[in-house]
């Protein structure tokens, strides 16, 4: 069974930092893409970033580019995202899951999803 735990969400201010992981269980992901999306509130889930297997060419979406970092520990099937200079736009639930391209779009790449994280991007 695949289980997927983020963890490192919180409050912050704009501005700030906050660094997320996702724990992977149930299966090795070091040969998948991993990436993590967002779900803010009254909108649609969205794509944020993603790492293929090697942790080489990273990809993100426009608005988080050069603020965050996506890196991943294969020998502890963990996935990461760095967020700097956060912004209230950044408020939503961050999810990690499997990863897959098709064109310029990234879909979730597993039927499964964890809990996901909270981050609240105060004004």
């Known amino acids: 069974q695949v289980q997927l735990v983020e963890s490192g969400g919180g409050l912050v201010q704009a501005g700030g930092s906050l660094r997320l992981s996702c724990a992977a269980s149930g299966r090795t992901f070091s040969s998948s893409t991993m990436a993590w999306f967002r779900r803010a509130p009254g909108k649609d889930r969205e794509f944020v970033a993603a790492?293929?297997?090697?942790?080489?060419?990273?990809y993100y979406t426009d608005s988080v580019k050069g603020r965050f970092t996506i890196s991943r520990d294969n020998a502890k099937n963990t996935v990461y995202l760095q967020m700097n200079s956060l912004k209230p736009e950044d408020t939503a639930v961050y999810y990690c899951?499997?990863?897959?391209?098709?064109?310029?779009?990234?879909?979730?790449?597993?039927?499964?999803w964890g809990q996901g994280t909270q981050v609240t991007v105060s004004s």
């Open positions: 899951n499997a990863a897959v391209r098709y064109g310029s779009t990234w879909y979730p790449g597993g039927d499964y």
């Open positions: 790492s293929p297997w090697s942790g080489d060419m990273p």
